[in-house]
Nanobody
Framework: QVQLVESGGGLVQPGGSLRLSCAAS????????MGWARQAPGKQRELAAE???????NYGDSVKRRFTISRDNAKNTVYLQMNNLKPEDTAVYYCNVLRGSSRYWGQGTQVTVSS
């Protein structure tokens, strides 16, 4: 079982920045991929960003060149730096990890982009 603790969500104005953090309860060396998905009201959950154990990153089309995912192996933590935020980025952001054949999810953190 993997426990994930997310932090960093909140309210920000358009054009602003936020950084999300997700700390895993186990060493991320045993995890093949970590990432963030997001779900806006009335919409399906979609990929925001994911990073593999080798450091390869993948981004959803709508966040490319604005979001950056990174990981700190010593802290078992993955980060999502979100810049130039837009109102359409408003969603609940869920941290998730792939360990073996199982995917684990955090509780989610709300990000609201509004003036």
């Amino acid at each position: 079982q993997v426990q994930l603790v997310e932090s960093g969500g909140g309210l920000v104005q358009p054009g602003g920045s936020l950084r999300l953090s997700c700390a895993a309860s186990v060493s991320i060396f045993g995890i093949s991929a970590m990432g963030w998905a997001r779900q806006a009201p009335g919409k399906q959950r979609e990929l925001a960003a994911e990073i593999t154990s080798s450091g390869s990153a993948n981004y959803g089309d709508s966040v490319k060149r604005r979001f950056t995912i990174s990981r700190d192996n010593a802290k078992n933590t993955v980060y999502l730096q979100m810049n130039n935020l837009k109102p359409e980025d408003t969603a609940v952001y869920y941290c998730n990890v792939l360990r073996g054949s199982s995917r684990y999810w955090g509780q989610g953190t709300q990000v609201t982009v509004s003036s």
